[in-house]
C-alpha cells in the first residue's frame, strides 16, 4: 500500500503559478499527475520514471508545466507557471510499481491520491 496525499491547490488568476505537492509514503517505479474536470475523462498531465527520472509532459501544458521528484523528502512536485482558465481541474498524484501501460494510461497507475482543486480563472 502507497498512500499518497496531495496539497498546494487553490484560485488564482490567469498567469499566475502554483506548485502542487504529493507526498508519497513509499518509492515506487513512477508516479504521476492527471487532472479531471467534471463529466470529463482523467487526464495524464505528467509522470516520472526510475530509474533515469525520465519525465513525460502533456502537449497541453509541455514548456508551462514541470514534474519534479524530490526523494529526500518523498514528495512529487508540479510547478505549474503561466496558468490558464483551461487548467481549471481537480489534480490527482497517481503512482505504480508495474507500471504496465503508457505514461497518461490510468491503468499504468495503482495508487491514487483524494485530488487537490485548481481554479485558474480569466
Avoid at 498546494?8 to 513509499?26: E, M, P, T
Wanted: proline share 2%.
Amino acid at each position: 500500500q502507497v498512500d499518497l496525499v496531495e496539497s498546494g491547490g487553490g484560485s488564482v488568476q490567469a498567469g499566475a503559478s502554483l506548485r502542487l505537492s504529493c507526498k508519497y509514503s513509499a518509492r515506487t517505479y513512477c508516479m504521476a499527475w492527471f487532472r479531471q474536470v467534471p463529466g470529463e475523462e482523467r487526464e495524464g498531465v505528467a509522470s516520472v520514471t526510475t530509474p533515469g527520472d525520465k519525465t513525460y509532459i502533456s502537449d497541453s501544458v509541455q514548456g508551462r508545466f514541470t514534474i519534479i521528484q524530490d526523494r529526500s523528502s518523498e514528495t512529487l512536485y508540479l510547478q505549474m507557471n503561466s496558468l490558464k482558465p483551461e487548467d481549471t481541474a481537480m489534480y490527482y498524484c497517481a503512482a505504480g510499481f508495474q507500471c504496465r501501460g503508457t505514461w497518461a494510461q490510468r491503468r499504468t497507475y495503482t495508487y491514487w491520491g483524494q485530488g487537490t482543486q485548481v481554479t485558474v480563472s480569466s
